[in-house]
């Protein structure tokens, strides 16, 4: 079945860098555009960017310039690099893949920059 598997959250200072992972199995990911999305606290989920299958990217306005999202295909992985962190960041971060049938998603994985 599918499955999605964020890691490498944590506590960061302002101005840190973080390196976000999605382990993704169950699918053809070549094939597929990948998404993260995060959600912070009383907020509601929103994109972060996408990455088509080719590797074309695009980004939300908020972490254009700052953010970075790459795929490896031979290893079934999606990165987000995370750099110049933001308190504002603060949320949990979901890997997303959207699939004829229907979206699916990860645990997500917790980012806090705080200093």
């Known amino acids: 079945q599918v499955q999605l598997v964020e890691s490498g959250g944590g506590l960061v200072q302002p101005g840190g860098s973080l390196r976000l992972s999605c382990a993704a199995s169950?699918?053809?990911?070549?094939?597929?555009?990948m998404r993260w999305y995060r959600q912070a606290p009383g907020k509601q989920r929103e994109l972060v960017g996408t990455i088509s299958s080719s590797g074309s990217t695009n980004y939300a306005d908020s972490v254009k310039g700052r953010f970075t999202i790459s795929r490896d295909n031979a290893k079934n992985m999606v990165y987000l690099q995370m750099n110049s962190l933001k308190p504002e960041d603060t949320a949990v971060y979901y890997c997303?893949?959207?699939?004829?049938?229907?979206?699916?998603w990860g645990q997500g994985t917790q980012v806090t920059v705080s200093s």
């Open positions: 997303n893949a959207q699939l004829p049938a229907k979206a699916y």
């Open positions: 169950g699918f053809t990911f070549s094939r597929y555009y």
